[in-house]
């Protein structure tokens, strides 16, 4: 069983900067997948950002290249997702969620990802 508790979220302004952190328990945790997610307001929840358990492959959606960088550290057990430039639109309840399936390329569906931390909530004023 893995345990994934978010933080670092809050209220930024527009342009702004933050530095979402996802600490994991658990001795396996080196060896999955790590993503993040985010729901706003009303929708679904989407896809923002992967990283193999290596760190050597990231993926993200589109909306967020070259503003957000994902990133992890094995040796503190956890995820980070920096999120720089941020945009009204990106407010929205942050996942962490991790992946125990042996893959060589991360996925972006949220069916593929077998735990879930709690959220943390990232609200950028205009």
């Known amino acids: 069983q893995v345990q994934l508790v978010e933080s670092g979220g809050g209220l930024v302004q527009a342009g702004g900067s933050l530095r979402l952190s996802c600490a994991a328990s658990?001795?396996?945790?080196?060896?999955?997948?790590m993503g993040w997610f985010r729901q706003a307001p009303g929708k679904g929840r989407e896809f923002v950002a992967a990283?193999?358990?290596?760190?050597?492959?990231?993926v993200y959606v589109d909306s967020v290249k070259g503003r957000f960088t994902i990133s992890r550290d094995g040796a503190k057990n956890t995820v980070y997702l920096q999120m720089d430039s941020l945009k009204p639109e990106d407010a929205a309840v942050y996942y962490c969620?991790?992946?125990?399936?042996?893959?060589?390329?991360?996925?972006?569906?949220?069916?593929?990802?077998?735990?879930w931390g709690q959220g943390t909530q990232v609200t950028v004023s205009s």
């Open positions: 969620a991790a992946d125990r399936e042996s893959k060589t390329y991360p996925d972006r569906s949220l069916n593929e990802y077998d735990y």
């Open positions: 658990g001795r396996t945790f080196r060896r999955y997948i």
């Open positions: 990283i193999s358990w290596s760190g050597g492959t990231t």
